[in-house]
C-alpha cells in the first residue's frame, strides 16, 4: 500500500512538472515579454524649425515630444511622458549631469502622497522609475530619464521628469553632453 501512494504522488509530480514546463515561455516569447515591459522607441528624423541651432534640446509638452536638434531644421524625435497639470512648468536650463543606471530616491512629498513608495530603489533594479539612463537638468530635481512604465509615454503623469522609452533614452543619451541647452515649452511644433 505504501508503495502504491508513493508511485501515485510520484506521478502526480511528473505530471505537474510537465505542465510547469509546458508554461515555461520560449526564447522568443521571453523577448517579446521584455520588449512589453522595456517599450519600444518610435523616434524619428524629422524636418524642423531652422531657427534652432543644432546640439541643443526643445521639450515641447504640448507635442509630448523631445526634440534633439542635430542639424539646422532637422531634428530627432522622441515621444515622452509629461508633468501632471500640478507640476507643469517651463523655462531654459542645461544638462548638468548624466547617470548610468541612475538609483532613485523619492522626494518627502512623494513619499508623503503615496507612502508605500520605497526609501530607496537602486540603479539597475527593474522597477527604478528612472531606467536606464538619467540627464539631469540643471540644479532642479528634474530629470530626462528612462522609465519603468512605458505606458506612460504620451501621458500627463510625471511629477516633472521627461521620461522617454528606456530605448530611446540609450539613443539620445551619448549624443548629449553635460552643458547641453534644453528649452521646456509648452509650445507645439506639430500640428
Same mark, same amino acid.
Given at each position: 500500500?505504501?508503495?502504491t501512494?508513493v508511485?501515485?504522488?510520484f506521478r &502526480?509530480?511528473?505530471v505537474a512538472?510537465?505542465?510547469? &514546463? =509546458?508554461? %515555461?515561455?520560449?526564447v522568443?516569447? =521571453? ?5 512589453f515591459l !522595456?517599450g519600444?522607441?518610435?523616434r524619428e528624423?524629422i524636418s524642423?524649425?531652422p531657427?534652432?541651432? *543644432?546640439?541643443?534640446i /526643445?521639450v515641447?509638452?504640448?507635442?509630448r515630444?523631445?526634440y534633439?536638434?542635430y542639424?539646422r531644421? $532637422? @531634428?530627432?524625435s522622441?515621444? /515622452?511622458a %509629461?508633468?501632471?497639470?500640478q507640476?507643469r !512648468?517651463?523655462?531654459?536650463t542645461r #544638462?548638468s549631469?548624466?547617470a548610468?543606471n541612475p538609483? !532613485? +530616491? ?6 508623503r502622497?503615496?507612502? $508605500?513608495l *520605497?526609501?530607496? %530603489? ?11 539612463? =538619467?540627464?539631469y537638468l540643471?540644479?532642479?530635481m528634474?530629470r530626462?530619464?528612462?522609465t519603468d512604465a *512605458? !505606458? +506612460?509615454i504620451?501621458t @500627463?503623469v ?5 521620461r522617454m522609452?528606456?530605448?530611446?533614452v540609450l ?5 548629449v553632453p %553635460?552643458?547641453?541647452?534644453v528649452? #521646456?515649452?509648452?509650445?507645439r511644433? +506639430? +500640428?
Amino acid at each position: 500500500m505504501a508503495n502504491t501512494n508513493v508511485r501515485s504522488h510520484f506521478r &502526480m509530480l511528473i505530471v505537474a512538472s510537465a505542465v510547469v &514546463m =509546458a508554461q %515555461v515561455p520560449t526564447v522568443a516569447q =521571453a523577448q517579446d515579454f521584455f520588449s512589453f515591459l !522595456w517599450g519600444g522607441g518610435s523616434r524619428e528624423a524629422i524636418s524642423f524649425s531652422p531657427r534652432f541651432r *543644432p546640439r541643443q534640446i /526643445i521639450v515641447s509638452f504640448g507635442d509630448r515630444k523631445l526634440y534633439l536638434v542635430y542639424a539646422r531644421g $532637422k @531634428a530627432m524625435s522622441y515621444p /515622452i511622458a %509629461v508633468p501632471r497639470k500640478q507640476s507643469r !512648468w517651463a523655462g531654459t536650463t542645461r #544638462v548638468s549631469r548624466k547617470a548610468v543606471n541612475p538609483g !532613485w +530616491t523619492p522626494t518627502p512629498t512623494m513619499r508623503r502622497e503615496n507612502p $508605500k513608495l *520605497p526609501a530607496h %530603489v537602486p540603479g539597475g533594479h527593474p522597477l527604478n522609475p528612472l531606467g536606464v539612463r =538619467a540627464l539631469y537638468l540643471g540644479s532642479s530635481m528634474y530629470r530626462i530619464h528612462g522609465t519603468d512604465a *512605458p !505606458w +506612460t509615454i504620451g501621458t @500627463a503623469v510625471s511629477k516633472g521628469c521627461i521620461r522617454m522609452y528606456n530605448e530611446d533614452v540609450l539613443h539620445l543619451y551619448p549624443r548629449v553632453p %553635460v552643458g547641453t541647452k534644453v528649452t #521646456v515649452t509648452w509650445k507645439r511644433y +506639430t +500640428t
